[in-house]
């Protein structure tokens, strides 16, 4: 391929994994002098004081945290140590796949300016926070983030790139449907839909539960009946279908559901997709080695042991 052609492929044809890799300083072309050196790592989930500092400083910024409501615990226990333990499996390649959760660090002239904490699972990975400074606000990281975790995804031979939760009344979360092609679960169907224009729009106006349900009634395809003009069906007395596991408590809301939990009943007495039965979980679980965080420190199920309190202690 001659030079004129190869320039003109690279001007109009977008290559994601290579697209993302160029600025960073292992890969420039050694006549190349960049004014700064950019370094991404992916790196162990551990607490350390540079990322708790750039941590307090995007709360402080983004999320007006008043300082004092920042602690070095609760970043510890938000978004360090995860249960997850980590490994590595060899690829078809013979490169090494990395499982459990990460932080891929950003840094420039060595100075840490963003963050991304990351669970690597064997199907996906799945985006659980993202971090940078103000300083670098202004480069859109949030977005150079998704594309390099999306880029990690296909390097590791993930399948899935899960950007978390999408409540759609959220403007925080709206930067979510800036991705496709993306899918959302209907809880009711429990299916994954296309998160589409119709789909935003049916979520426009009949609410995050009832959009797919609604679409699918006024199409004609199955669900509570809609209203002749194709908008969602009314709401409050029509019941709900659920799937199978008849006989539990139902919910409308997570707030009834949180409530009744604090008030002393069961998750298994909860119905809402995804929740085992007591008997699934006794059966596909060895509860023995559950691992749980105490005290900072890791333990399994089996080391611990409950004795009572002696009388006034």
């Known amino acids: 391929m001659s030079i004129d052609r190869e320039k003109a492929r690279q001007r109009t044809e977008f290559h994601l994994v290579p697209t993302v890799h160029e600025s960073e300083t292992s890969y420039l072309k050694p006549d190349l002098k960049p004014a700064h050196k950019f370094e991404v790592t992916l790196e162990p989930d551990d607490f350390t004081e540079e990322k708790y500092l750039l941590f307090e400083d995007y709360q402080t910024h983004v999320h007006h945290e008043p300082p004092p409501k920042t602690t070095r615990s609760g970043f510890r226990r938000f978004l360090c140590s995860s249960p997850l333990t980590r490994t590595q499996r060899p690829l078809p390649s013979g490169a090494p796949q990395h499982l459990g959760s990460w932080h891929q660090c950003y840094r420039v002239d060595g100075e840490l300016v963003a963050f991304g904490v990351l669970d690597l699972l064997p199907a996906c990975v799945s985006g659980v926070y993202f971090v940078y400074h103000r300083s670098v606000e202004t480069w859109a990281f949030g977005k150079l983030a998704a594309l390099r975790e999306i880029a990690l995804a296909r390097e590791a031979h993930h399948r899935f790139y899960y950007m978390g939760y999408y409540i759609h009344g959220c403007a925080k979360m709206r930067y979510k449907v800036d991705y496709a092609p993306q899918f959302v679960l209907d809880l009711d169907a429990l299916a994954w839909d296309p998160l589409d224009a119709a789909a935003l729009a049916q979520m426009d106006r009949g609410g995050y539960e009832r959009g797919a349900r609604d679409a699918k009634a006024a199409n004609g395809s199955g669900g509570e009946g809609g209203g002749d003009d194709g908008g969602p069906a009314e709401t409050g007395d029509a019941p709900r279908d659920r799937p199978p596991g008849a006989g539990k ?26 929740m085992m039965a007591a008997a699934d979980v006794e059966a596909q679980v060895d509860l023995d080695s559950v691992r749980l965080g105490l005290r900072g420190g890791r333990v399994v199920t089996c080391d611990v042991s409950c004795a009572p309190h002696a009388p006034g202690a």
């Open 249 to 274: 408590k139902a919910f409308d809301t997570p707030a009834d559901a949180a409530a009744a939990v604090n008030a002393g009943l069961s998750l298994f007495d909860l119905d809402f997709p995804g």
